[in-house]
């Protein structure tokens, strides 16, 4: 976690874009400071994510599930499974996070990787780890579907 917090600092240092950039069309796509952008996005999510992570462990180790009350313990459980599920997915989104921090070292960040072309900055906005153009995202799906229907 050191190591997260050590890097988004050097970044932030690095860039000293402010909180105020936005990348933007009018610009050459991908350039320095639009990857320097996404990297801190990328950055403050993850740490985000283990941050709240760190919280649901210390909480897990402080809270008991020795209830007296049978339907107490019932919920408390039911709650910490939702929670541990919730963990799992972001455990997973983690993993996307750190695939899309290797193509932007690599400069294949913010390419699709069906097409070879431009995903849209609205898109990389909304979703830093998208790995597809909206178009090319809709034809795996659609293709998927046809592959689950048969």
């Known amino acids: 976690m050191a190591t997260v917090l ?20 009018d610009e050459p796509f991908m350039n320095a400071r ?11 999510w993850k740490e985000a994510i283990l941050r709240e992570s760190l919280g649901t462990l210390s909480q897990l180790q402080i809270d008991s599930l020795r209830e007296p009350d049978l339907t107490d313990r019932a919920s408390s459980e039911t709650d910490w499974s939702i ?6 997915r972001q455990r997973k989104l983690v993993s996307k996070i750190d695939a899309a ?28 780890i998208a790995t597809m153009t ?17």
Do not use: M, W
Request: aromatic share 8%; proline share 4%; glycine share 4%.
């Open 6 to 25: 050590n890097r988004i600092d050097e970044y932030s240092v690095a860039t000293n874009q402010g909180d105020d950039y936005r990348p933007s069309a």
């Open 34 to 44: 639009q990857q320097a952008y996404f990297r801190q996005k990328l950055y403050d």
């Open 83 to 88: 929670e541990l599920r919730t963990r799992d």
């Open 101 to 128: 921090l290797r193509r932007l070292d690599e400069g294949e960040y913010g390419y699709c990787e069906v097409t070879g072309e431009p995903i849209s900055l609205q898109r990389l906005e909304a979703r830093p």
């Open 134 to 150: 909206v178009e090319a995202q809709e034809r795996h799906e659609r293709n998927e579907k046809v592959s689950r229907d048969d």
